[in-house]
């Protein structure tokens, strides 16, 4: 053994320990809901696939016919040769359905965000970021070399008092938050932070990966209550309601100019292929043109909750925190033994003691199958 190898198993046996190892486990999807694993036919409550919509035969076919006429890869960067026709399209879609002048797209959510931080925040600025914000909202401000200090989840008044501590010592400063949070779906105070933002002269930028296509009629969280909330960087991802993959900032004609000279990300990596651009683009054509469709999901997890007296869903995301890692492993296992699939979330993705089940809703599930859930839930897991 290579010392190498010794660090690795050290570590991974570390990790097992405290039932933190983590393993890949081959899953065949279909139908978008239901799954395969060990042989098994499983109910998926797991997938951020909420409008169902990473295997729809119009978007499949968009992106087949966009194969065959560019070819499976971009080929380079988009700074370079990538810059396929369908990019243009795409992010005039994104401009209009965010109500931005201008949108950029990149290889994945999470390489948007470590491109939009580290492009306008430096060396002597202030990043303020949610605590329970997403591990590539952090990455992105760690990249940039600013200063990171956290405030307490969702509380204004927090940062408000970090940013009477910490702005005059900083050129720029910028806050950044979930606007649907990935392990807790609440809602972000868009219109506070935004109100907060005014005053200390600091830019705010909220991550929709969570948003976009099913709250705010489909348009995201900046759009939740009717009133739009003045965010200046909306990113977000193509990887969950629109259902593909890749990743997007709507903002100004300026912001979205500077991406696309100085975003690390963008600049040296390849141009996402012109498969998954064409299918983003009909994804968006199929919410647009039924904004009953993206209500869905949300009026599904609302009935969930509402079933099992857990606090109203706010997103198509709810938690049910247990704990300690091994009894949400337990919970989770008891399910699958009921032929559901809900993926345990464990830390670090989730505070310690944290440990939770993670469900997610969406358009497609039946009904009947929700009520099953919550039945076994509500008697085996909550104690009711
Ligand atoms: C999933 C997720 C991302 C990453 O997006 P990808 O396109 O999967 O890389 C970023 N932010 C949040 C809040 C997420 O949940």
Redesign the pocket.
């Known amino acids: 053994m290579t010392s190498l190898d010794t660090f690795a198993a050290e570590k991974l046996a570390s990790l097992e320990a405290k039932n933190l190892r983590r393993e890949l486990i081959e899953t065949g999807r279909k139908d978008s809901i239901w799954m395969t694993r060990n042989g098994r036919r499983l109910l998926s409550f797991s997938c951020?696939d909420y409008l169902n919509l990473s295997q729809h035969p119009a978007i499949e076919k968009a992106a087949i016919a966009a194969i065959e006429q560019h070819g499976v890869g971009a080929g380079a960067s988009r700074l370079v040769t990538g810059n396929h026709p369908l990019f243009a399209q795409l992010e005039q879609r994104l401009a209009r359905l965010k109500g931005t002048d201008a949108a950029c797209v990149f290889g994945?959510?999470?390489?948007a965000?470590l491109g939009i931080i580290s492009a306008v925040v430096g060396g002597n600025d202030l990043v303020l970021v949610d605590e329970l914000?997403?591990s590539?909202?952090l990455s992105g401000a760690d990249l940039s070399g600013a200063t990171v200090v956290t405030f307490r989840h969702n509380d204004v008044a927090h940062a408000e008092e970090l940013l009477k501590q910490h702005r005059p010592k900083h050129r720029h400063a910028l806050i950044a938050t979930?606007g649907v949070f990935?392990m807790d779906g609440d809602l972000a105070p868009l219109h506070d932070l935004a109100a907060l933002s005014q005053i200390y002269d600091a830019w705010l930028l909220s991550?929709d990966?969570?948003g976009i296509g099913v709250v705010g009629g489909g348009r995201g969280s900046s759009f939740v209550g009717g009133k739009k909330a003045a965010v200046d960087l909306q990113m977000g991802?193509?990887?969950?309601a629109i259902g593909g993959?890749?990743?997007y900032l709507c903002a100004s004609q300026n912001v979205i100019d500077l991406m696309k000279s100085r975003a690390r990300t963008l600049v040296y990596s390849t141009g996402l292929p012109p498969a998954s651009v064409a299918g983003a683009i009909a994804a968006i054509d199929l919410i647009e043109r039924d904004p009953n469709y993206a209500i869905k999901p949300l009026r599904k997890a609302k009935a969930f909750t509402a079933r099992l007296n857990l606090p109203e869903a706010q997103s198509p995301i709810v938690p049910i925190v247990i704990g300690s890692t091994e009894a949400a492993l337990n919970a989770s296992r008891m399910l699958e033994d009921e032929g559901f699939l809900v993926t345990a979330i464990r830390p670090p993705t989730v505070p310690a003691n944290t440990a939770r089940l993670r469900l997610t809703f969406t358009a497609a599930h039946p009904n009947a199958e929700i009520e099953r859930l919550a039945a076994i839930i509500g008697e085996r897991i909550l104690g009711h």
Request: aromatic share 10%; charged share 15%.
């Open positions: 951020n994945s959510g999470y390489l965000n914000s997403h590539c909202i979930d990935s991550d990966a969570h991802t193509l990887s969950k993959y890749g990743g």
